[in-house]
């Protein structure tokens, strides 16, 4: 018993002698305090871009949302409900079978080759900024009536009515997700490329898209081959023309390429680097690496 | 003035290009121009132009021994024209110098993200071990811990899909089962509904014809027609109220007389049938 007691005391004594978390030994999280750089030079040092005097110069400015004493408009009107999370919700800036057809019709886009975010993006004539939500193209329905190219493109997002406009033709089209960083990537690869990392892996699309890149009927390049050529034949049904024969095209070897649901850019797998200067692509050779870009 | 000077100057450097002196002396010329009248550089070009003529004549002799002294120099001249001050890493930024910044400085070295940048820029003759774009291993096992972590697989996801869209259904079918149920109901909660305002009309119907006959009461105790608010009205119903309270007090009274009597009587019967008994056995002993 006495000899417990004892181990209890010495126990006791050494918690007794150990630092204890108090005011004076604690600290913020390496990189949690922002140092503020106040402006220098003969234009902007003066003042350092306070302004003369006033609640701006002396830091006393009245806080967020305050109008002077007024019942504020955060307090007077209540919380839309459905707008909550609007500010996170996927963009999907739009391009119509018009501009396409006219990209085409101007030698701005090469229907020869398979296009995708970066061949529409390098036109000039579409934007898509990912800093603003953009998560690539919707293809919409304008000038579906005039639409007569052949191609193989990869969209975003689509309608039913697109997707006919383009099979009919005898091209093909695939809904394909790419998560923020692939978008960055694609929208800009010089850009992406200055930067010296290696090309990303695709993420799969979140919780609330996997319905639309698993569907069939979207042709979401997530679904079963098989089930995607049952569709293509249903919608020609439904449509009324008669779905072209691929293996016998000359471009059948362009209508046919597509890419992996990890790949990003056609001819690049993920983990490679893109050297711009030496006109190299650098790719890992060791094993770990390897299994992690390919997984 | 500026640009006499500056040509002149111009031709002696062109001239005597290989020394040191009249290069020093068109960097003097061209900072303090503004300070020197055309009498007094002209005396000072024509006297160091005597000076850098002799110099390039022995300095001649040097070059052909020692080419590499002349770099060196104009490293010199090129340090003494920097006059921003800036650190090199930051000057091989600016668009005229366009240079590849220095790998030793510490800010580079401990940045692998400028140093990936400078490998992409320059490329292999840049120096930098090309491993450095790839994460290390104790980064690359934080990705796959995040990536297990926070990703989930496209099994899980279609799964979860499939669950949502089950529920969706269940709870479509079961409301639209509940409906059906309801709508079955429908005609028998309706009749019902039709009885209840019946009798509700009914017993308003009633309360209107008491309150009728309350007025006319009123009218005939008062011998002209009264209103309900009136006053007199309801001295009226309390006064009625008060003799039906008494009427009922008295009723009341009469009938527990009425039980007490009744009891009563029917003890006393009770008791004389006792005895007729009683005297019937005492008349069979006495027989026996």
Known sequence: ?295 | MGALIRKEVLTVTIKTATTTMAAALYLLVRREHSLLNISTCHVLISKIFGKALSVASTETNLESSQPENKPKVEDEIANIRNVSNLPQRLRAKLSHVNEMPDLNDDKIQNNTRILRKIYAKYGKSSGIDPRIMWPLRSELKVIKEDERDWDPTFQDLVDKMKQKKLAEQKEKKEREERVAKNMAMMPKWIAEYHKREAAKQLAQNEQEKKKQKLLDEARDYYGYSITPQDPKFRQMIEEKALEEKKAKKAMKKQQKTERAQAFLQKQLEQKAKEEEEEEEEEEEKKNK
């Open chain 1, 1 to 295: 018993m006495s000899y417990i007691a004892g181990i209890t005391d010495k126990a006791l004594k050494l918690i007794a002698s150990m630092p204890r978390v108090a005011l004076n030994n604690l600290k913020g999280l390496p990189g949690s305090k922002k140092t503020f750089q106040r402006r220098r030079g003969r234009e902007k040092g003066s003042k350092h871009g306070r302004g003369d005097k006033g609640q701006g110069a002396r830091m006393t400015l009245p806080r967020l949302g305050f109008e002077g004493g007024q019942f504020p408009f955060y307090l007077r009107f209540p919380k839309e409900r459905y707008y909550e999370g609007h500010h996170m919700k996927r963009q999907y800036p739009p391009l119509s079978l018009l501009q396409l057809q006219r990209m085409i019709d101007l030698g701005r886009v090469n229907p020869d080759e398979p296009i995708d975010l970066t061949t529409l993006c390098n036109t000039k004539l579409y934007k898509c900024s990912p800093e603003h939500h953009h998560y690539g193209v919707n293809l919409t329905d304008e000038g579906i009536d005039i639409f007569q190219a052949k191609v193989n493109i990869e969209v975003q997002w689509t309608t039913e009515n697109v997707i006919a406009a383009v099979e009919r033709n005898g091209g093909v089209i695939t809904s394909r997700f790419y998560d923020i960083q692939s978008v960055m990537a694609l929208v800009n690869p010089e850009k992406f490329f200055q930067r010296g990392i290696p090309i990303p892996k695709c993420k799969l699309p979140p919780e609330d898209a996997i319905e639309y890149y698993t569907d069939p009927h979207f042709r979401g390049y997530l679904a079963d081959p098989e089930k995607v050529a049952e569709a293509r034949l249903e919608l020609a049904q439904k449509y009324g023309y008669e779905v072209p024969d691929f293996s016998k095209d000359p471009l059948y070897e362009m209508l046919k390429q597509k890419k992996d649901p990890r790949q990003i850019f056609f001819g690049l797998a993920p983990g490679w680097v893109v050297n711009l200067k030496d006109r190299v692509i650098l790719k890992p050779k060791a094993q770990e690496w390897k299994e992690y870009y390919h997984s």
